[in-house]
């Protein structure tokens, strides 16, 4: 993954400063080298002027019809050549951590839900846990697995379960600093129903049944400086409230203003979603400088949505979610965020539910694009 995290206000007062120097000395000096070092120095202060995120994918394997797992890392590294810089799973599978290892990707891992109970109860299974696929793949032989996070479940709160989140996550951070796997952080997965409120997005707060579980797993990744994963799906606030939700707000495609919360303006539905779930954290914390990540976030290419989920629609969203998180990186609230990001998903998966489900990959099995969107 790229370099994380920079403070860009900083560095761009000091670059600031440096190019008003160096300005001053192209009027004096007239040889070329001195122009050009000039240039180039300017043009890195143009480079880091906002706070820019990364955009990683999600790979899912329901399907009967993928590749192997080393034919997709294959693909990652050396036909894309990094272009995707970082991979979601959802799940340890021993053959797919194989594969990654050999890699230079970033790794984001899975809990499944259904370990969660066993791994809150028990510290003896989680370093068993752990034990079997984290320090064979971060410190094997045959590679060394980037591992930057994982995630205690996906989307398990609100739920009968929630009560296992944090006392697993907890127990996987303590084994991971006896087994001396460090800089990993460990956190768990929400979606847009563990927020009570969301509009506008300074009111964002945690649903009132879960608020006492999230207020605690806020405070518990603050203190280890983890981000919360959140899950964002425009495409689906829009389906199911296309009168009041526009397409163009959805995806990244408003020109002016279509929320405003104070004096801040908001330009598409993903910033608001961020945004509220920021607030909420800030609420639980008592602290601005809290840490999201986006775990999931896509539009599907086809299904039983139309207009909506079309490929037009599909590639518009993701190429302007991209361009959004690669160059600007932030929120209206929080600008210099360094958002990192991951698109949903890597394939089209022939054994999701049918229909929507199976049609939000950027590839086909066979790798061929399903719209132009990462080469």
Not at 4 to 26: A, D, G, M, R, W
Not at 150 to 171: F, H, R, S
Not at 357 to 366: I, L, R
């Amino acid at each position: 993954m790229a370099a994380y995290i920079i403070t860009c206000i900083t560095l761009s007062k000091l670059f600031t400063e440096i190019n008003y120097k160096l300005v001053y000395h192209i009027k004096m000096k007239t040889t070329m080298a001195i122009k050009v070092m000039l240039l180039a120095m300017a043009l890195s202060h143009d480079s880091m002027a906002f706070g820019a995120g990364t955009v990683g994918i999600n790979y899912g394997r329901l399907g009967n019809n993928l590749p192997p797992p080393a034919r997709v890392v294959e693909f990652l590294t050396k036909d894309l050549n990094y272009a995707i810089p970082s991979v979601r799973i959802f799940d340890p599978e021993p053959e797919v951590l194989s594969a990654l290892a050999t890699s230079n990707l970033s790794v984001c891992l899975g809990v499944k839900n259904q370990d969660l109970a066993q791994m809150a109860g028990s510290m003896d299974y989680t370093r068993n846990w752990v034990r079997e696929f984290v320090t064979p793949y971060t410190k094997g032989g045959n590679g060394t697995l980037k591992l930057r996070y994982i995630t205690a479940g996906n989307e398990i709160i609100p739920g009968t379960e929630a009560v296992y989140v944090l006392p697993a996550m907890k127990n996987i951070q303590q084994v991971l600093e006896q087994e001396n796997v460090p800089n990993v952080g460990v956190s768990t997965v929400l979606s847009a129903a563990a927020l009570g409120s969301s509009y506008p997005p300074s009111n964002g707060s945690f649903a009132t049944e879960v608020a006492t579980t999230l207020n605690e797993i806020s405070k518990f990744v603050y203190s280890k400086g983890a981000p919360l994963m959140i899950n964002v799906y425009p495409y689906f606030t829009l389906a199911s409230d296309p009168q009041q939700v526009t397409l163009d707000y959805a995806s990244f495609r408003s020109t002016t203003p279509v929320a405003q919360d104070g004096d801040r303006n908001y330009f598409n539905l993903f910033d608001s979603i961020v945004d509220s779930f920021i607030a909420a954290m800030v609420k639980a914390v008592g602290k601005e400088d809290v840490k999201v990540v986006v775990t999931e976030t896509g539009w599907p290419s086809a299904g039983s949505n139309l207009p909506h989920a079309s490929v037009e629609n599909a590639k518009t969203y993701n190429s302007n979610l991209k361009k959004h998180i690669q160059t600007l990186g932030g929120t209206p609230r929080r600008p210099n965020l360094n958002l990192e990001t991951f698109i949903f998903a890597l394939f089209n998966e022939n054994q999701k539910p049918e229909g929507t489900e199976q049609n939000f990959g950027s590839f086909y099995p066979n790798l061929q694009e399903v719209y132009p969107l990462w080469r």
